[in-house]
């Protein structure tokens, strides 16, 4: 658990990178497919050092989809390195069949996610990606939310067997995890002390998962307990700490740099409702308009994904339980 | 690695073997589509020919090696024509032929579209314009392991306007993969009209050629041509190969041939009783004859 004052580490992006020359050299049977994207998906280091272990595929990602489905059935580990908004959109109906539907264990790396790319518009942004896929079986879901995260979910993809997607953004995270903290896909991680009630649980995913942190330092300062989640997996979806979590707190907030429509929040809602946990509940995500432009951190701040701006929709929401 | 194999010509009793079986596949086809009242008649009676001698004399793929790594593939991209891949793979003892009676039934594997619930079937399709890109990566995965597979798809015309393929044709050609062996069931007629009505995709050969295919025409109903070019791949080294076999929808049984009502028409129960008496008759033909047509 790390501590209040937390330290910068890398980009998610240079630590997939990173991680990926670490596995292709003791693994030849590691690829990575680009769809002209290896600068943006920091793989240049990677090409120049494993040139048999890249393929480029061009500016074509329907076809790029389709050829790591068939070089994956034929036992290739197959990384696909391509920005999240064009990967999960442009070749949906490849990850669909071709991946998901035909069982081929590819892994689908969604770079640059979310608003990372906030000022160059909605054609760059995937706020779609968690909704499209969640309604898509057998392909599971994850968002890191810093380094940590990143090389431990890097490194259960290589070998993992099903298809995967696992998405991220380029900005330098802050760490929230040591290095003794157990990681399995399918765990969320409470970076929260353990207790038997909360005020406040704070439910998020990939990059917003530090904001939601930070605000339980601010919560704490004025007596409000909080238990913050990294659900780095949103499928398959940690029912039993979701329920735990809601269980023992007063209200709930879902944070995500997604649509605020089929990500997170609306699968903590379903799965809170169905199983009769009842809380008031606030879905803090990208709202369904159309989407300001500018960098993530103004984006974020823009929709309240913020530590400041999250404590106050905590506040709300416990005068508004208490009243 | 080597692909060329050396070619020597196929006798006349194989010719007449491999006659017998599309008959008997075209049976097969008619009966399991009688049989659940749905299917693709016309496109799997028109593919039905490359099929067999892909499976009954070019390619290494059994239920004894499927599982191995070392053997040829095959994406049956236009998947629409399930009915030709199982009658065929039933032949081969992937799985017994009683199965096929439960094509498109309740739950069962055997459904309108391949997939990998069926032994032999190598990828899940149906949406169209998915196989090539398959194959792609199934040749550069030999490739890169050098490996001599080789990768067969079988797509339709209608497909092609599909854009995935034309991504999937720059991607075969800039890798060089003369293992990947793409062939078209070119019957010109799509659930619309004439292919050439519906999206003039022509000149089809110019096309490939300029993507990068070494580009071969064959009469796709005919066993004997399709065994003589599809013996001898690649046709080209270094380059992915192409064949444009020309096929007629419906071939075998007259009243279907070249009918667009028959793209998945099911028959009646006296149109089955005609088609069953036409194959019959093949069949006799067959015998008084070397098989040629």
């Given at each position: 658990m790390g501590g209040f004052n937390l330290q910068i580490g890398k980009t998610n992006l240079d630590t997939f990178a990173q991680t990926l020359m670490e596995l292709a050299a003791i693994d030849r049977d590691i690829l990575v497919l680009t769809s002209d994207s290896r600068g943006s998906g920091r793989v240049t280091p990677f090409a120049e050092k494993f040139p048999e272990q890249i393929v480029e595929m061009g500016i074509a990602e329907q076809n790029l989809v389709g050829v790591a489905a068939g070089l994956a059935s034929a036992g290739k580990k197959v990384f696909v390195v391509s920005p999240a908004c064009f990967l999960t959109a442009r070749a949906l109906e490849q990850i669909k069949n071709d991946v998901a539907y035909s069982d081929h264990p590819v892994k689908l790396i969604g770079i640059s996610a979310g608003v990372s790319y906030g000022s160059l518009g909605t054609t760059h942004h995937s706020l779609h990606d968690f909704a499209a896929l969640q309604a898509i079986n057998n392909i599971d879901i994850l968002a890191p939310a810093d380094n940590f995260e990143t090389i431990r979910a890097i490194r259960a993809a290589v070998n993992y067997p099903r298809p995967i997607y696992i998405r991220f953004g380029k900005k330098a995270m802050p760490n929230l995890h040591t290095p003794d903290t157990h990681f399995e896909i399918g765990k969320a991680i409470q970076l929260t002390p353990e207790r038997e009630k909360y005020d406040v649980a704070l439910i998020a995913t990939g990059e917003t998962v530090a904001p939601a942190f930070m605000v339980s330092q601010i919560l704490t300062e004025q007596g409000v307990s909080s238990c913050v989640l990294s659900l780095h997996t949103l499928r398959p979806f940690d029912e039993n700490a979701v329920e735990r979590a809601a269980a023992r707190s007063e209200v709930v907030i879902t944070v995500e740099e997604h649509s605020v429509n089929g990500g997170l929040g609306s699968r903590v809602a379903s799965f809170l409702m169905q199983a009769g946990v009842f809380r008031p509940l606030r879905i803090v995500g990208?709202?369904?308009?159309?989407t300001i432009t500018g960098s993530q951190g103004e984006i974020f701040n823009h929709y309240g994904i913020s530590a400041q701006a999250l404590a106050q929709t905590a506040l709300h929401l416990l005068e508004k339980e208490a009243a | 690695m080597t692909l060329t194999k050396i070619s020597h010509p196929i006798s006349l009793e194989k010719i007449r073997l491999l006659v017998s079986k599309s008959i008997q596949y075209r049976r097969a086809i008619l009966k399991l589509i009688y049989t659940a009242k749905?299917?693709?008649?016309g496109g799997s009676l028109s593919c039905v020919d490359i099929l067999n001698v892909l499976y009954n004399h070019v390619m290494d793929i059994t239920p004894q090696n499927f599982n191995q790594v070392n053997r040829d593939r095959y994406v049956h991209s236009k998947g629409h024509s399930v009915e030709a891949l199982y009658a065929v793979l039933a032949d081969k003892g992937f799985f017994s032929t009683e199965l096929l009676d439960n094509v498109e039934k309740y739950c069962s594997d055997f459904i309108g579209h391949p997939t990998r619930s069926v032994l032999g079937i190598e990828q899940n399709t149906g949406a169209l314009g998915h196989g090539l890109s398959v194959a792609v990566g199934m040749a550069l995965a030999a490739k890169k392991d050098g490996r001599s597979d080789r990768i067969f798809t079988i797509m339709g015309d209608g497909e092609l306007t599909e854009g995935s393929i034309w991504e999937a044709s720059a991607s075969a050609a800039h890798y060089r993969l003369d293992n990947l062996i793409a062939i078209i069931d070119h019957n010109t007629l799509q659930i619309t009209g004439r292919t050439e009505h519906v999206m003039n995709m022509e000149p089809l050969e110019a096309k490939f050629t300029a993507f990068g295919f070494a580009v071969r025409h064959v009469d796709g109903n005919n066993v004997e041509e399709l065994v003589n070019l599809l013996?001898?791949?690649?046709?080209?080294?270094g380059k992915p190969n192409l064949v444009l076999a020309h096929t007629i929808k419906g071939k075998g049984i007259s009243y279907m041939e070249d009918q667009i009502q028959w793209h998945h028409r099911v028959p009646t129960d006296s149109e089955y009783a005609a088609a069953m008496l036409e194959l019959d008759a093949a069949e006799k033909h067959l015998e008084k004859t070397d098989g040629r047509f």
């Open positions: 990208i709202p369904d308009e159309h | 749905a299917g693709h008649t013996e001898n791949v690649p046709f080209e080294p």
